[in-house]
């Protein structure tokens, strides 16, 4: 009982004030409940904040998703975009073409091609020297007899185009240039077993009737089109493509016989076209884009230089600052038309990325505003819009590769499918399967069962 009574009694202390010294700890939680209760005075109504921030959050997510929509249809259409940015060069080259045929004296067009493709000769070569590309003249083994073929056919288009261009009106000689995507479409189908949908064979189409709606061909309008925009008939081009515009002739009288043989030489010419952009295909990335380039380039000076010698062609020399920046010019961006357009051809089917050369009349007529202050008529303006259209449209309606990889995985059986992700994530991981003794390698596109005895780190 001693011990029970000297136990000492259980006091519980409350503290007789509220506010405490700065070395008590429970000062900070008395600070911070002070500042939230400020705080909460300051907000705005609770239910007007949540809507902004539900707002908010919906419009960040609506902007992801579209940025993620616009990303993938670029990657999509990559070669489709890489041969429009290749138009816009060889628009801006027929820009500086016209201008510099302003210059006195005007420069011969044979000179003028082996100047150019001598500034593209060379950008191409001291480019594959410097980063080591192997076989920078000649090409790699085994396709340089394509590589020729893809020179030999892109000289015959350009010649082709150049020689009707002495006989006939621009607007003639366009549309009959622009037969080269069609065609094209079809080689690849039938050459190279390339996909060529019915929808693309109708976009094509109706850029080809865009075309004749912006040329205006005499032999479809007589001179309707051409008084049509000025009340008279107008005996000067209405727009320029690849700097071509500068072999017109003003001579008014052309037998039928000449404009006969520059109809066939313009169709030789559309068969080189179709022949060059066939055979870009043929190789593929076997070739760097630039060995392309300099296969076409090659032949261009060759026949150029040698037309000059035997026409005895009259040379003429830069004698002002002027002409040396536009020729120099000339040379620059027909070398990146002709680099943009081998890439895109290189990763896209022929049928569809000739699409986007459609394009390039919409440039042209687009820099006639801008540099030459040539209003559009209504009819090219209706053309415009159904080349663009046609080409939006066979952008966006490309089936996206990475969905389709994903659909056609689904559709594997189900006593297959835990097979195949097994193999399939032991080859991301770095893994070799041995089957039958032998190791081999794992490709995405591994369909079916396979029987395998063990599996090793590679």
């Known amino acids: 009982m001693a011990s029970a009574a000297s136990r000492t009694p259980y006091n519980a202390s409350t503290p007789d004030r509220t506010h405490f010294g700065s070395d008590i700890p429970l000062a900070r939680l008395d600070d911070a409940l002070a500042n939230t209760a400020w705080k909460a005075s300051e907000q705005p109504n609770e239910t007007t904040s949540n809507a902004t921030i539900s707002f908010r959050s919906k419009l960040s997510s609506r902007w992801k998703s579209f940025r993620s929509q616009c990303v993938d249809t670029c990657r999509n259409n990559t070669g489709l975009l890489l041969v429009a940015a290749s138009q816009l060069f060889g628009s801006m080259m027929s820009v500086l073409v016209k201008k510099l045929n302003s210059v006195d004296p005007p420069v011969p067009p044979l000179e003028l091609i082996c100047v150019r493709m001598t500034i593209t000769w060379a950008c191409c070569v001291t480019y594959m020297v410097i980063t080591k590309v192997p076989d920078p003249v000649l090409g790699p083994k085994g396709i340089r007899l394509l590589l020729a073929f893809r020179g030999i056919f892109g000289f015959a288009g350009l010649f082709g185009s150049y020689y009707s261009l002495q006989y006939l009106s621009l607007s003639d000689a366009t549309v009959l240039q622009f037969l080269a995507p069609m065609s094209t479409a079809v080689a690849g189908a039938l050459v190279l077993k ?48 690849d700097g071509r515009s500068m072999l017109i002739t003003r001579e008014l009288t052309v037998t039928p016989a000449q404009r006969l043989g520059a109809v066939g030489i313009a169709l030789l010419g559309v068969m080189g076209s179709t022949g060059a952009y066939t055979t870009i295909r043929a190789i593929g990335k076997r070739a760097h884009p630039m060995h392309n380039v300099v296969a076409f380039s090659t032949q261009c000076v060759f026949m150029s230089s040698l037309a000059m010698l035997i026409l005895r062609t009259h040379i003429v020399l830069p004698t002002r600052l002027d002409w040396i920046a536009m020729l120099l010019g000339i040379g620059f961006c027909g070398f990146w038309g002709q680099i943009l357009m081998t890439m895109g051809l290189q990763r896209e089917a022929a049928g569809r990325v000739t699409m986007a050369v459609y394009v390039q009349i919409i440039f042209a007529t687009i820099n006639d505003l801008i540099f030459f202050h040539s209003t559009p008529s209504l009819l090219s303006i209706i053309g415009t819009a159904i080349i663009m259209t046609s080409a939006i449209y066979v ?49 995405d596109g591994l369909e079916g069962e396979a029987q395998h005895d063990g599996i090793k780190p590679s």
């Open 194 to 241: 390339e996909d060529f949908k019915r929808s693309q064979a109708v976009a094509s189409l109706c850029s080809l009737v865009g075309v004749i709606l912006i040329a205006r061909p005499t032999f479809l309008f007589g001179h309707f089109g051409r008084a049509s925009s000025g009340g008279k008939a107008d005996p000067e081009p209405d727009v320029i493509l």
């Open 395 to 443: 952008a966006v309606t490309k089936e996206n590769t990475g969905k389709h990889k994903r659909s056609r995985s689904m559709a594997v059986p189900m006593e297959d499918s835990t097979l195949e992700e097994g193999l399939l994530a032991n080859q991301e991981e770095g893994f070799e399967v041995q089957t039958n003794g032998e190791t081999v390698e794992l490709d």
